[in-house]
């Protein structure tokens, strides 16, 4: 009996582990490639190619927050900061913008972002901000 918990526990750790190791590559691939995108259109830094793209009205208002906000979250950019404090209206649910990301930018990806990069709790992909 003793044995089958052993196993089961590290089964459970082993499952937990390689959950954690997918989530993080995910994100890797999906912060590499909005990097990419940014700096396909923009020239310098991928901070500064997303600080571009999130600026650029030309872009949509749900591509500026799905590929440049979630990504500068994602970075831990400081740089982009003020930027994004400044888009920001106080709606941390996004009540805001529900239904609407086609036409504004998202206050809960700008509060997640902020967030982000204020607590810089554990940035596992500020290696990216190159």
């Known amino acids: 009996m003793k ?5 089961l ?4 750790l082993i499952l937990l582990i390689s ?3 997918a989530l993080y590559i995910w994100i890797d691939i999906d912060v590499k490639k909005n990097i990419n995108h940014a700096r396909g259109i923009y020239p310098g830094t991928a901070e500064d190619a997303l600080i571009a793209y999130l600026l650029d009205t030309n872009n949509s208002p749900e591509d500026r927050s ?4 979630w990504t500068l979250g994602q970075i831990h950019s400081q740089k982009a900061l003020p930027i994004l404090k400044g888009l920001y209206n106080n709606d941390p649910e996004g009540k805001t913008c529900y239904g609407k990301h086609d036409s504004v930018l998202c206050q809960y990806e ?4 902020i967030k982000a990069e204020e607590s810089n709790w554990w ?3 500020s ?3 190159k």
């Open 3 to 7: 044995r089958k918990l052993i196993i």
């Open 127 to 129: 290696r990216l901000n």
């Open 66 to 69: 799905h590929i440049a906000i």
């Open 9 to 12: 526990s590290a089964g459970l």
């Open 123 to 125: 940035p596992l992909h």
């Open 110 to 113: 700008l509060y997640k972002a």
């Open 19 to 21: 959950g954690f190791l």
